[in-house]
T-cell receptor, first 115, second 111 residues
Framework: NAGVTQTPKFQVLKTGQSMTLQCAQD?????MSWYRQDPGMGLRLIHY???????DQGEVPNGYNVSRSTTEDFPLRLLSAAPSQTSVYFC??????????????FGQGTRLTVV | GNSVTQMEGPVTLSEEAFLTINCTYT??????LFWYVQYPGEGLQLLLK?????DKGSNKGFEATYRKETTSFHLEKGSVQVSDSAVYFC??????????FGQGTRLTINP
């Protein structure tokens, strides 16, 4: 039972570098999303996708890009890393069900430090 | 817009104490409500949920009741254990499957 797999678990970047956080799920979920977790602020939605080829912005999208070429994968790209992007990033997936009754499954997170 | 407010933490209790973590929400329509738990070094796991007013969600001895009149979804447990030490997040699901989270409450249980 792999569920939602995120890689890497830890990353240190220099300001201005770019990188991609990987997220894959094996549950055939239509809905996938990326959150960042910062102390005292809970989780904030960065981007989300309701299916292959469809993405949209969440609450804090600036500085991040996403794409969804397959149902399984939803990578998050940092275009030019900034210290303000130091955070823990979580990927989540869920089925799109009527009645709003679907559980979201989370990856174990990527701890990113930008110096 | 939708928002969730949780009681300020951290919360420290002794084993077997009664636990309440307050959660209130602001939302249009009738959102589903959730409690997620995050153990150290792990991602979030669903603890319990309620999808309509007066529903009670329960799991692992934890309970929360969806109170539309007070827009609340307080988490309770009658007797906590050391293994309950974690960060607890209240959340609501509004439109387009988006989850909106509270700021989280860190709970520490001492033996």
């Amino acid at each position: 039972n792999a569920g939602v797999t995120q890689t890497p678990k830890f990353q240190v970047l220099k300001t201005g570098q770019s990188m991609t956080l990987q997220c894959a799920q094996d549950m055939n979920h239509e809905y996938m999303s990326w959150y960042r977790q910062d102390p005292g602020m809970g989780l904030r939605l960065i981007h989300y996708s309701v299916g292959a080829g469809i993405t949209d912005q969440g609450e804090v999208p600036n500085g991040y890009n996403v794409s969804r070429s397959t149902t399984e994968d939803f990578p998050l790209r940092l275009l030019s890393a900034a210290p303000s992007q130091t955070s823990v990033y979580f990927c989540a997936s869920s089925a799109l069900l009527t009645g709003d009754d679907s559980e979201a499954f989370f990856g174990q997170g990527t701890r990113l430090t930008v110096v | 817009g939708n928002s969730v407010t949780q009681m300020e933490g951290p919360v420290t209790l002794s084993e077997e104490a009664f636990l309440t973590i307050n959660c209130t929400y602001t939302a249009t329509g009738y959102p589903s409500l959730f409690w997620y738990v995050q153990y150290p070094g792990e991602g979030l796991q669903l603890l319990l949920k309620a999808t309509k007013a007066d529903d009670k969600g329960s799991n692992k001895g934890f309970e929360a009741t969806y109170r539309k009149e007070t827009t609340s979804f307080h988490l309770e447990k009658g007797s906590v254990q050391v293994s309950d030490s974690a960060v607890y997040f209240c959340a609501l699901r509004g439109g387009a499957q988006k989850l909106v989270f509270g700021q989280g409450t860190r709970l520490t249980i001492n033996p």
